[in-house]
């Protein structure tokens, strides 16, 4: 399928900004630049509760937005790290989608803002994230928060961090996840795959910019081979919680997506894939561009839902949304 009618219109807008490649102007530029993204004009949904709140990570105090759909008890957690190749982003892109996701799913989630490279490389990031799973399985009764259907998820760069997460919370047996949300996530350093050559330049995230992503977050060539910081590079990925992965047929890290997948398989994790025909990198914060953002949702919502066992998601307004 060719490239969606309203995705080549917004590529056409994104390059009609003239912005910098990514190696051609300071890290402060780029992050300027992020407050361009498309996302920070979306509107909000209507939730029960956004909380603003700090918690203590290994190396600094790490900003948390915990989205509520409800005042239920004992509801299911998704702990979520954003994307922006461990260098770009924070958490206002978000909030659209993760509005919508915690209606739709019924979940709490609970979104971080980690250290970024390359001021904070590897292990910076993966080491918060990681620190904030394991405060949210520490106070999930006073989060409302079912201990038994906590996972973790997030996109490209993000995804990659909740990779790493569920293995290194396998290897530590710090909790038994129920689910892991892998949403294009990049996996795979050597993206020695056909889809960093077919998909390399056009369709917004290119493959050398990736690579060049890579570089800030494991400028140690050591780290090349952690399965923390690569998690394909991992001897097995036995005994990982069941998965949902996601990828956009044109996006240099489709077959990063496609090929993990197989990976759970392979050793025996129950693990869903879909990729959507059409669509590029960053879907998952285009509503409002492509309704296929909305089924984008949906999907997770019902995916997330069927791990867990409930037979139906939540509905997509619970009035009006209070924020602490």
Not at 85 to 104: D, H, M, Q
Not at 115 to 140: G, M, S
Not at 147 to 172: E, H, P, W, Y
Not at 281 to 296: C, I, K, Q, R
Request: charged share 20%; hydrophobic share 40%.
């Amino acid at each position: 399928m060719s490239l969606k009618p309203e995705i080549i219109q917004y590529l056409a807008q994104r390059a009609a900004l003239n912005l910098p490649a990514l190696w051609a102007a300071p890290v402060a530029a780029h992050r300027a630049n992020s407050q361009l993204n498309v996302a920070l004009n979306q509107p909000l949904m209507d939730i029960y509760s956004v909380e603003h709140k700090s918690i203590a990570g290994p190396t600094s105090n790490l900003p948390i937005r915990i989205y509520r759909p409800n005042d239920k008890k004992d509801l299911p957690a998704l702990i979520f790290f954003h994307g922006g190749g461990w260098v770009l982003n924070f958490l206002e892109i978000y909030e659209p989608a993760l509005r919508k996701l915690s209606n739709l799913a019924e979940i709490v989630i609970i979104a971080v803002e980690y250290q970024k490279a390359p001021e904070h490389p590897f292990p910076a990031p993966f080491d918060d994230c990681y620190a904030t799973l394991t405060w949210v399985v520490t106070n999930a009764q006073q989060l409302g928060v079912d201990k038994a259907a906590i996972g973790v998820g997030g996109d490209s760069a993000g995804g990659n961090l909740a990779s790493a997460v569920a293995l290194k919370n396998r290897d530590t047996q710090l909790i038994d996840l129920a689910f892991q949300l892998l949403i294009y996530p990049c996996n795979e350093i050597s993206m020695n795959y056909a889809s960093a050559v077919d998909n390399a330049d056009n369709y917004g995230l290119t493959t050398k910019s990736m690579r060049w992503f890579w570089e800030q977050y494991l400028p140690n060539k050591a780290d090349h081979t952690n399965p923390y910081a690569v998690p394909a590079l991992a001897s097995t990925h036995s005994k990982l919680p069941p998965s949902i992965v996601l990828a956009a047929q044109y996006d240099p890290l489709t077959d990063d997506a496609r090929n993990y997948h197989q990976k759970l398989l392979d050793d025996g994790v129950m693990s869903f894939y879909k990729e959507y025909a059409g669509q590029i990198h960053g879907l998952f914060n285009l509503g409002g561009v492509t309704p296929d953002a909305d089924l984008m949702y949906l999907d997770i919502a019902t995916q997330i839902n069927s791990i867990l066992g409930r037979s139906k998601v939540g509905r997509s307004k619970v009035g009006r949304s209070k924020i602490e």
